[in-house]
């Protein structure tokens, strides 16, 4: 199972065993290679200092879980405690004597993974997110944006990625969501000042569904979703999301 483990990592993370301490060469970290944070630590334990029956060593591996509920899940199944000689709030130990299955184990590894990794790799490996954007109808005649096209260019939203949904609010006088997109493509270097906008990069974003300005107006958005300004990119609760693509 170590073994398995071992080929399992520099596979998909392309990262090879280090062996940190002088005189122990059964103890291997894996690192990021950008953080250089740990994100499994494998290594051969007396049973009896896992809270097992028997003195003979058996191979285990720390993971990281940042979920507190989840790891407190975790620590129930057999085979999987809390870390020895790590923060057991944070990390659990993994038995890899084919206790735990082969594919249990690299969940977990691949949830330890995201768990150290950089706030960049977090970003770039997130899954696809909804955002509602505002846009002003005094810079731009957002009414009429995709009357000739059904893809534009857009200012740049902070934490907004290839693959997010945006959903385009306009501002007073309409106050109300108008348009779906999908972002197609971003980070398009662009340099605009005025005086109360500037635009340093682009984004583009193509239209997948018109709403009727009276149906997501800023009134129906503050009294049943909870949004009370739209100011910059922000996500969405689950319940608008529903509404919005029914």
């Known amino acids: 199972m170590r073994e398995f483990v071992f080929q399992y990592i520099k596979k998909k993370y392309r990262?090879?065993?280090?062996y940190p301490w002088r005189n122990d060469q059964t103890s291997a970290v894996f690192r990021h290679e950008d953080n250089r944070k740990w994100f499994a630590l494998?290594?051969?334990?007396?049973?009896?200092?896992?809270?097992?029956s028997g003195e003979e060593y058996v191979d285990a591996m720390n993971l990281k879980?940042?979920?507190p509920f989840f790891r407190d899940t975790l620590i129930r199944e057999e085979g999987i405690m809390p870390a020895y000689h790590m923060n057991k709030l944070h990390w659990i130990t993994v038995l890899l004597d084919g206790t735990v299955p082969e594919e249990r184990i690299c969940d977990l590894i691949d949830i330890s993974y995201m768990a150290t990794a950089s706030v960049r790799k977090k970003e770039k490996a997130r899954p696809?997110?909804?955002?509602?954007?505002?846009?002003?109808?005094?810079?731009?005649?957002?009414?009429?944006?995709?009357?000739?096209?059904?893809q534009i260019d857009w200012k740049q939203g902070r934490g907004i990625k290839k693959g997010d949904t945006v959903f385009l609010y306009a501002a007073a006088p309409v106050s109300a969501i108008l348009y779906k997109c999908k972002v197609t493509e971003t980070?398009?270097?662009y340099d605009y000042t005025e005086k109360n906008l500037t635009i340093t990069a682009l984004m583009k974003i193509k239209l997948k569904k018109r709403y009727r300005p009276e149906q997501f107006t800023f009134d129906v958005l503050k009294e049943e979703y909870g949004i009370y300004a739209i100011r910059g990119p922000r996500g969405i609760p689950n319940s608008l999301s529903a509404a919005l693509k029914g």
């Open 187 to 189: 980070d398009i270097p």
């Open 42 to 52: 494998a290594m051969e334990v007396q049973r009896n200092k896992l809270g097992l």
């Open 65 to 67: 879980i940042d979920d």
């Open 128 to 150: 696809p997110k909804e955002w509602v954007i505002p846009a002003n109808p005094r810079y731009y005649d957002i009414e009429h944006a995709f009357d000739q096209t059904d």
């Open 15 to 18: 990262t090879s065993p280090e």
